[in-house]
């Protein structure tokens, strides 16, 4: 009894702590939605090349390679069933509505999260950002701010790029390997895809852009100890924006495709 007493004690403390993160990141969202106004176009740009220009490669061949997957896991089924051509369908839909916004956000957790995280957490450990603040210059509005807009706004253009690669991963499997011609697998697939599709996937997008720059700034602004506190700052980082991104795919799908559905 003892040792479900510590093991529920602790899943409750564990709990707690990740409401108490969740506010404090509500709060710095705040803080960087009222340093809107004062936002210049520079820092924005260079965030965008540092964190979506970059992150082209990876997530192209990453959501390539799900669409393949996808294309090859479902092919069996759907084989069995007599439906091979609507292996483009399947793939169409699964990359559109919810693989190429969700497999995207998880690369840049890594790829954008982790890097902001260690940026600002050495920043901090530093005592720059105290530096910054005793000058009276705003640390969210240089350095947080820019790299919201950034991630956010590259997010969108990396989710679109996601859903093309992954449908051409699904059509390089289905022209390929289940023999399904060309014309064919092209009519399926637009047809699959409803015009809202797209910006549903776009709105994700840029909500697991905001997910992913919040938690790596505050795990940043909030590291202590050093070196080892800025590794473990990026590693809080990835972890729960992942957590987070996906906890948020569930309520934007349930949102999107049940309650509106439904309306």
């Known amino acids: 009894m003892q040792a479900v007493a510590r093991m529920l004690g602790a899943l409750g403390s564990g709990a707690l702590a990740l409401i108490e993160e969740v506010g404090h990141m509500g709060l710095l969202a705040n803080r960087t939605a009222v340093s809107l106004p004062h936002m210049r176009a520079e820092p924005v740009a260079l965030q965008m090349i540092r964190f979506g220009i970059r992150a082209i490669p990876i997530v192209a061949l990453v959501n390539l390679f799900v669409g393949m997957i996808v294309a090859v896991s479902m092919s069996e089924m759907l084989h069995k069933l007599g439906v091979i051509t609507w292996t483009a369908k399947v793939v169409a839909v699964a990359v559109t509505r919810e693989l190429a916004p969700l497999m995207t956000a998880i690369v840049m957790s890594g ?124 590693t809080n980082a990835v972890v729960l924006s992942i957590v987070l991104i996906i906890f948020a795919n569930l309520c934007f799908t349930i949102l999107f495709h049940w309650t509106l559905a439904a309306v």
């Open 111 to 234: 790829f954008a999260g982790a890097a902001i995280a260690a940026e600002i957490g050495t920043m901090t450990v530093n005592e720059e950002i105290l530096a910054l603040e005793c000058a009276a210059l705003s640390p969210v509005r240089f350095l947080v701010l820019p790299r919201m807009l950034g991630v956010c706004l590259m997010m969108m253009c990396l989710t679109l790029i996601a859903d093309v690669l992954g449908m051409f991963g699904g059509y390089l499997v289905g022209t390929t390997m289940l023999d399904i011609g060309s014309p064919t697998y092209v009519d399926i697939n637009n047809n699959a895809v409803e015009w809202m599709d797209i910006p549903k996937g776009l709105v994700k997008a840029f909500a697991f852009g905001m997910i992913i720059t919040l938690v790596a700034c505050r795990q940043g602004l909030n590291a202590q100890g050093g070196a080892l506190g800025v590794g473990r700052a990026t």
